[in-house]
């Protein structure tokens, strides 16, 4: 038995991640969350590929979700004839919906779910930051629409810049993108409490 197979062995005995798995995957906090995203990954792929782009991207299922992003972004650049993508620049803008009530991919960018805010609540109707619920960590968003536009002027600083990680643990290895989000709070409240957005909370 080599040591790379009693390694995977006793790691999945004790419902870890094989050293080996994770230089080539992602990281988990156990095999079982691992398992759960391998299949619902395998299933978004499977789906784009055999029968249709989705409506809404779970941005959770990529590996690379900057290059996700980036590709939106030349997509869009590539779409309007003029625009050169050193002055493109991407933008949101929170839905009201969930996955489950979009039935139509936006005509331009896309839409993603699957993120959870981390140290504020939501107000689903205002679409706007609000106080966190108290006992509650986390808040799943509705869905959001990102988008490109041909500007690289400041965004309004009436909108909080909230960073977007793929885990918990925030690390520049981590972080992903920002994504602006209206408030009735001057933004530096917010950046006073760490509100960000997660892709998984686990």
């Known amino acids: 038995m080599s040591e790379n197979l009693r390694d995977a062995l006793d790691n999945m005995y004790d419902a870890r991640v094989p050293?080996?798995?994770?230089k080539v995957s992602w990281v988990s906090s156990t095999l079982g969350f691992w398992f759960t995203e391998l299949v619902e990954?395998?299933?978004?792929?499977?789906?784009w590929i055999f029968e249709s782009r989705p409506h809404v991207f779970w941005m959770t299922g990529f590996f690379n979700p900057q290059g996700f992003l980036t590709a939106m972004r030349q997509e869009v650049t590539r779409a309007h004839k003029g625009w050169a993508l050193d002055s493109v620049t991407l933008h949101n803008e929170v839905m009201k919906q969930f996955k489950e009530d979009i039935s139509s991919a936006p005509p331009e960018g896309v839409y993603v779910h699957g993120l959870y805010l981390d140290g504020a609540g939501w107000d689903r109707r205002g679409c706007?930051?609000?106080e966190p619920t108290p006992k509650v960590l986390f808040t799943l968003l509705p869905v959001v629409h990102v988008y490109a536009i041909n500007s690289t002027a400041p965004k309004d600083p009436r909108l909080y810049q909230c960073?977007?990680?793929?885990?918990?643990?925030?690390?520049?290895?981590?972080y992903i993108t920002p994504l602006w989000m209206k408030t009735v709070q001057s933004p530096d409240h917010w950046i006073l409490r760490g509100v960000a957005l997660l892709c998984d909370t686990k």
């Open 41 to 47: 990954r395998n299933s978004q792929f499977n789906s």
């Open 128 to 130: 706007k930051l609000i």
């Open 19 to 22: 050293v080996l798995w994770a």
């Open 163 to 174: 960073p977007v990680y793929k885990k918990p643990g925030r690390t520049d290895l981590t």
